[in-house]
């Protein structure tokens, strides 16, 4: 019984760290239809920025800012 609850253990340790291959979605893909609807008008705003470290983050004030704004 030991024995067969180490390998559920185990099995089950080794599918949570080796996680998906690939991405289910490619990161350029548009989300919604809206997203679609925005970059045919020309308002397009980009989901992630760059921050000072180089690193990506999500654009958050950009993308609530009213359309008018920019």
């Not at 253990?9 to 949570?16: D, I, K």
């Not at 045919?40 to 989901?47: E, I, V």
Request: hydrophobic letters at 40%.
């Amino acid at each position: 019984m030991a024995m067969l609850r180490l390998m559920f253990v185990l099995v089950t340790t080794w599918f949570m760290i080796s996680g998906c291959e690939k991405a289910l979605f490619p990161p350029d893909a548009q989300r919604t239809p809206y997203e679609r609807f925005q970059v045919l008008r020309g308002h397009y705003r980009s989901a992630t920025q760059t921050n000072a470290f180089g690193g990506e983050q999500p654009a958050l004030r950009e993308r609530l800012q009213p359309l008018e704004s920019r």
